[in-house]
């Protein structure tokens, strides 16, 4: 674990409300000047601190209006290798994160189509196919609140 000041705190919260800002944007917010905030920067990038920047896309203007969280147990362990499956549902478009979790379920997946019987179509022909899938259960988002959490 690093060390981290206020300054570095700082730095990181106005990274996770706007990612895109330069090393002089954050510096000018912060009073910092743009080298000191660039070393910084790159310090918490050396130290896997930062681990890199993704871009957010706005699924229901894509024309994905539905988001279902799916808990998926396996049937057969020890004939499907997790990598397999893992490798599977990774390999399908509308999945956009596959966690191995440990609970009820042997995964949770997040799942995104244009509407419902979009999301039947998936779940029957794509994720129900894959090999040693057994119990399954689905839950609709409703809606959904990002918190950045905390830092330090």
Known sequence: MIELDTTDRLILRELVRDATQSASAIGRALG??????????QRL????????????????????????????????????????FERAVSAIPEVQTVEHILGLYDYRLRVVARDISDFERVLR???MTLPGV???????????????????
């Open 32 to 41: 910092l000047s743009q080298p000191a905030t660039w070393r910084r920067l």
């Open 45 to 84: 990038r050396e130290t896997g601190v930062i681990k890199g920047q993704r871009l957010e896309l706005d699924h229901e203007k894509l024309g994905f209006g539905v988001t279902v969280f799916l808990g998926v147990k396996l049937a057969t362990k020890g004939r499907v290798s997790l990598e397999d």
């Open 125 to 127: 022909r794509r994720i």
């Open 134 to 152: 057994g119990d399954v259960e689905a839950n609709v988002l409703l809606s959904e609140e990002r918190r950045p959490g905390p830092i330090g």
